[in-house]
C-alpha cells in the first residue's frame, strides 16, 4: 500500500515512518527542509514539502496513494491572533479530507486530542469531549467533528486517535524532549511507538467505518476512557513500558 504521512517530520510522524517501513511504500510530507533538521534526515521513502493549508499542496501529496495519516498540528502561543490553529488544523484537516474524497481515497487515520480522565468523572467514550476552551482544544475539536462530517456525508472511513501525553518510552522523553524520571507517570501517557502501531493497523483494517478511539497505555486509563475499543477494533497492544516512570 503506498501511504502518505502529514506532518511526517514531528515527533509522531517520525513514530510513524518507522513503524510504517518494511510494510508499505512511504511518501512523507512537511513544510519544508528545515522541518526535517531537529530529527535529521530520513531516506526510507520519498519525501515531499507543502504547506497543509495550501489545497493544490496537499491534492499534489495524495496523487498515486492508498492511504493517509494525518499527523501535522500547530499547537501555537495561545494568542487570541493566532491563525494558525484556523490555518493548519482546520484548514488543512479540510484540504486532506477533501482532497480525499475527490480522489476517492478511503484509509484515513486522523491524530486528534483528549484528556483520559474528565473532570467531572464522565466516562470517555467516542461521544464525549473534553470541556477546554482554548484555541488548540477547540481547533482539535472541530477536527474531530470534521471527520465525522466527511464520514457521513461521503462515507469515508476515517480512524480519529485521541492521545493525550504522548512520550518515548523507549528513550525516557516527553515530547518535548525532557528526561521522564519516576514519579513523572500519569494515566494519559501513551508511547509514540503504540500511537504509530495504531496508525498502521487503522489503514490496513479493511472493515473500518469511522471510529473514535482513545490512546493511552496505563491499564488504569479503561476505567476512564476507551482504550479497551482500540485493542478490540484494531487488535492493538500497548506494549510501551509505562511502569518505568511511576
Known amino acids: 500500500m503506498k501511504v502518505v504521512?502529514?506532518?511526517?517530520?514531528?515527533?509522531?510522524?517520525?513514530?510513524?515512518?518507522?513503524?510504517?517501513?518494511?510494510?508499505?511504500?512511504?511518501?512523507?510530507?512537511?513544510?519544508?527542509?528545515?522541518?526535517?533538521?531537529?530529527?535529521?534526515?530520513?531516506?526510507?521513502?520519498?519525501?515531499?514539502?507543502?504547506?497543509?493549508?495550501?489545497?493544490?499542496?496537499?491534492d499534489q501529496a495524495l496523487d498515486g496513494m492508498d492511504a493517509i495519516i494525518h499527523a501535522a498540528v500547530y499547537f501555537g502561543a495561545h494568542d487570541k491572533d493566532d491563525l494558525g490553529p484556523f490555518q493548519i488544523n482546520l484548514k488543512g484537516l479540510w484540504n486532506v479530507l477533501e482532497a480525499a474524497r475527490y480522489r476517492q481515497l478511503n484509509r484515513i487515520v486522523h491524530i486528534g486530542s483528549c484528556h483520559v480522565e474528565h473532570p467531572n468523572g464522565t466516562f470517555f467514550t467516542a461521544d464525549v469531549r473534553r470541556p477546554d476552551g482554548s484555541l488548540y482544544a477547540v481547533s482539535k475539536r472541530l477536527q474531530e467533528e470534521m471527520c465525522r462530517q466527511f464520514h457521513e456525508a461521503f462515507d469515508l472511513?476515517?480512524?480519529?486517535?485521541?492521545?493525550?501525553?504522548?512520550?518515548?518510552?523507549?528513550?525516557?522523553?516527553?515530547?518535548?524532549?525532557?528526561?521522564?524520571?519516576?514519579?513523572?507517570?500519569?494515566?494519559?501517557?501513551?508511547?509514540?511507538?503504540?500511537l504509530a502501531e495504531a496508525c498502521r493497523l487503522?489503514?490496513?483494517?479493511?472493515?473500518?467505518?469511522?471510529e473514535v478511539l482513545h490512546m493511552a497505555g496505563a491499564a488504569e486509563a479503561d476505567e476512564f476512557c476507551n482504550t479497551q475499543q482500540a485493542r478490540e477494533v484494531l487488535g492493538l497492544e500497548f506494549k510501551g513500558d509505562l511502569d518505568q516512570f511511576r
Open 5 to 58: 504521512v502529514f506532518g511526517a517530520a514531528g515527533w509522531v510522524g517520525r513514530a510513524i515512518l518507522n513503524n510504517l517501513a518494511g510494510h508499505h511504500e512511504i511518501r512523507a510530507c512537511d513544510r519544508g527542509p528545515e522541518a526535517w533538521k531537529q530529527g535529521g534526515p530520513w531516506t526510507g521513502g520519498e519525501i515531499i514539502h507543502g504547506d497543509i493549508a495550501d489545497y493544490d499542496s496537499v
Open 157 to 194: 472511513s476515517i480512524a480519529v486517535l485521541r492521545p493525550c501525553s504522548i512520550i518515548d518510552s523507549r528513550l525516557g522523553l516527553s515530547k518535548y524532549g525532557n528526561k521522564l524520571e519516576p514519579g513523572s507517570w500519569s494515566t494519559g501517557m501513551v508511547c509514540r511507538h503504540d
Open 202 to 210: 487503522a489503514i490496513e483494517k479493511d472493515d473500518l467505518s469511522f
